[in-house]
């Protein structure tokens, strides 16, 4: 079992619905979770990070943690075409220092 | 505020050759990470430093890899001698000290032959 796992898809979405992605991870010790975007030949960029229970809101983000079922997603709404790229969930995990542990990635394809 | 810097942003060598990347954090950024990118896998960790000290290896994957940051600074990481399995693209990436958000340089596509 990998440690953190996406869903690769691609996923596709028309413009303006909400497009979820989803990330499951192993390690129940992990404390902090975080969600880069990557387009294509680009560098991963932070979207936003979760470390509780629960929802956080930034924009048309949200990123939700469920640590009981090892679950962290995030959530795009008002999806728009320069959404698409490839979205990176990366877990770090207590005790192994400050380095993260990256999923495969989704990659997301928001439809005209 | 200039981001992470990396150099070069491809090479192709042969298999046995050595290859040195660079990678220039933002100024100020004690932190400063490795990761790389096989095709078709996802990114993994391979060292991090704090200053000048590494802090932490535990992701390199073998002694013929070797990452120096010497003054604190910029950082390099040597392949020698590079082999097929290499191949891949290296990320960098810095943070300052108590920071969460690691900033991500546009990589180096490395291809052995």
């Known amino acids: 079992q990998k440690e953190v796992e996406q869903n690769s898809g691609p996923l596709s979405v028309p413009e303006g619905a909400i497009a979820s992605l989803n990330c499951t991870y192993s390690?129940?010790?992990?404390?902090?979770f975080f969600w880069y975007r990557q387009y294509s030949g680009k560098s991963p960029e932070l979207i936003m990070f979760?470390?509780?229970?629960g929802d956080k809101e930034d924009g048309r983000f949200t990123a939700q943690l469920n640590k009981a079922s090892q679950y962290v997603s995030l959530l795009i709404r008002d999806s728009q075409p320069s959404d698409s790229a490839t979205y990176l969930c990366a877990v770090r995990r207590r005790n192994y220092g400050q380095n993260f542990v990256f999923g495969p990635g989704t990659r997301l394809s928001v439809l005209p | 505020e200039a981001g992470v810097t990396q150099f070069p942003s491809h090479s192709v060598i042969e298999k046995g050759q050595t290859v040195t990347l660079r990678c220039d954090p933002i100024s100020g950024h004690d932190n400063l990470y490795w990761y790389r990118r096989v095709m078709g896998k996802e990114i993994k960790f391979l060292l991090h430093f704090v200053k000048e000290s590494k802090q932490d290896e535990s992701g390199m994957p073998n002694n013929r890899f070797l990452a120096e940051r010497t003054g604190g600074t910029y950082s390099t990481l040597k392949v020698q001698p590079a082999e097929l399995e290499d191949s891949g693209v290296y990320f960098c990436?810095?943070?300052?000290?108590?920071?969460?958000?690691?900033?991500f340089g546009p990589g180096t596509r490395l291809t052995v032959l």
């Open positions: 390690d129940r010790g992990s404390q902090s």
């Open positions: 979760i470390y509780s229970n």
């Open positions: 990436a810095s943070s300052q000290i108590g920071e969460n958000e690691q900033f």
